[in-house]
């Protein structure tokens, strides 16, 4: 049963309306899916042509996520009060005007504004498609259905990305292949004016300006410490502590004020819940433990085997393919074996394929990595099952508020996954390579080459140093090991702590409200 008396906006749709509003939603998914495997097949080219420095290439990954996490509580609760399809379509509208400024991006400094842009676009876009479909379907049942939809497009996103990414930097500048996202934009528009509801909360209160900034302070502060942390290589950086310490006070005092508060910017009770908790934990440590793996194996794609974007596309369909199949078979499996058990045998079997990277270290193939992406691939489905749970154990009320939460791990994993996995295989990048290697370069080019495996194979090239090439190599292969063999701790101990934590009887389909 339902709350019967929903503090939200009374939506009752047709059938065929609800389903119209889970197309333009999974639209939203697509895009977002699309942009991000985009980057990754096509951040070789950009870094080949606007030679970004060590820091401004991890500045282009992380921004993105950096702006997303720091907006989407404050997104969220804006859409609450002012109207969730209002937020949706300005997000797709900046998403859109941003996708477009790509075209005439000339410089690293203006990649890394594009994508903070993207980011603000997407904080808007991704806690909004999860709270409306919660308020779209009513229905326990019919919601965990329309939600492995969601979940499936964003494999299919997974897989359109890099092949028409990859077309598009083989036959145009990388410059275009942003440009896919803005008739997917445009569609979003115009669907989202003639399909989906209103919905706002009836009552929210008076804006918490306070909260607010308490929020994005903090929620950008810590983050970025960690990233300069891992730059710098110590923890003795006294800009990096200074930041952390100030981001940490402010989530503090963000959630006491929270907690005090009759209306909350963030409803931190929520974590009372044992499901939402299990669901929020399993999030965070997927991405955490993938999202640098994924990375840095289309990069592995590209340098090693010298595959092009569009044959990097076509390889990692595995992953695509597969994570679609087992988002749809998701809720079946739950219904069978339990949600708490699908959730934690999908983090067991991700960390599975990220131990195949690692015992293959010595001799790794593309054999490996295709196994690698099949179990990550099969592994998605769980976290369908994980987004269906956290959605159903909140009332229509705090819907906004449970996919800000949500989308906020998810994002904050990608985060530290790239800052802290990612700078970790670029450190034992670097203490792998052999200085020798580089002997009879000038310091600065050998300096250069230590920073990245691409920077060693344009240098390489160009000075005629095959031995040099041929031992970056190595060393990048051993540094994709240990990023892979810390993937799977992280999730292996996600997966023990979801068992633990989510109730054995949980059901997606039955829980009530």
């Keep these: 049963m339902e709350h019967a008396a929903s503090n939200t906006t009374a939506v009752n749709l047709s059938k065929g309306r609800r389903w119209a509003s889970l197309v333009v939603l999974a639209g939203s998914l697509l895009v977002i899916t699309m942009d991000m495997t985009i980057l990754n097949v096509a951040l070789p080219q950009i870094t080949a042509e606007l030679k970004p ?19 989407l509580v404050t997104m969220s609760s804006l859409g609450d009060r002012f109207g969730r399809k209002k937020m949706l379509v300005i997000g797709y509208l900046i998403f859109g005007i941003g996708s477009v400024s790509a075209f005439f991006a000339n410089s690293p400094e203006f990649v890394i ?27 326990p049942k019919e919601r965990a259905t329309a939600i492995s939809v969601w979940a499936a497009i964003s494999a299919i996103g997974a897989a359109i990305g890099p092949l028409v990414g990859g077309f598009l ?10 440009l896919v996202n803005v008739p997917i934009m445009v569609f979003a528009v115009l669907g989202s004016a003639f399909v989906l509801p209103e919905v706002k909360v009836k009552n929210p209160g008076p804006w918490d300006f306070v909260g607010a900034a308490l929020s994005i302070g903090g929620m950008v502060l810590v983050p970025w410490a960690i990233k300069r942390f891992a730059q710098e ?21 963000f959630i006491r004020r929270c907690l005090r508060r009759p209306d909350p910017l963030l409803d931190i009770s929520l974590f009372k819940l044992r499901p939402f908790a299990g669901g929020i934990i399993a999030a ?18 590209q340098l090693v085997h010298n595959f092009s974007p569009m044959e990097t596309g076509v390889r990692m369909l595995p992953f695509a393919v597969m994570g679609l199949m087992s988002s ?44 690698c992406m099949v179990l990550i691939g099969l592994s998605q489905g769980s976290f369908t099952v994980a987004s269906a749970m956290i959605m159903s154990t909140t009332p229509p009320e705090k819907a906004g508020n449970a996919a800000a939460i949500e989308e906020t791990s998810y994002e904050l994993g990608n985060l530290l996954g790239v800052a802290i996995v990612g700078s970790l295989a670029a450190l ?12 009879g370069l000038p310091a600065e080019l050998a300096s250069t080459a230590r920073e990245s495996l691409g920077a060693a194979l344009e240098i390489a090239n160009q000075a005629g140093l095959p031995e040099m090439a041929q031992q970056a190599t190595l060393a990048f292969n051993a540094s994709l090991a240990d990023a892979s ?14 068992f633990f934590v989510i109730p054995k009887n949980t059901d997606i389909d039955k829980q009530a409200h």
């Design 428 to 439: 034992a990048y670097k203490i792998g390579f052999d200085a020798n290697a580089a002997a």
């Design 53 to 71: 420095t060590g820091e401004q290439l991890l500045w282009m990954v992380d921004v993105y996520s950096l702006a997303l996490a720091g907006l």
């Design 169 to 178: 930097l083989e036959h145009f500048s990388w410059h275009a292949a942003f």
């Design 485 to 498: 063999a810390i993937g799977a701790v992280v999730l292996a101990l996600a997966a023990v702590a979801v």
């Design 233 to 253: 290589m110590t923890f003795s950086d006294p800009t990096a502590i200074g930041a952390i310490v100030a981001g940490v006070v402010l989530l503090v005092l």
């Design 284 to 301: 965070l440590g997927a991405l955490f433990g993938l999202a640098a793996m994924m990375l840095l194996l289309a990069q592995w794609m």
């Design 113 to 139: 504004a594009l994508r903070a842009l993207l980011g603000v676009g997407g904080a808007m876009i991704m806690p909004t498609t999860l709270s409306l479909l919660r308020s779209v379907f009513p229905d």
């Design 328 to 371: 749809l078979a998701a809720p079946w499996l739950a219904r069978k074996i339990g949600t708490r058990t699908t959730i934690a045998l999908g983090l067991l079997v991700a960390a599975a394929g990220m131990a195949v990277v690692w015992f293959n270290r010595d001799h790794l193939d593309f054999s490996h990595v295709f196994a």
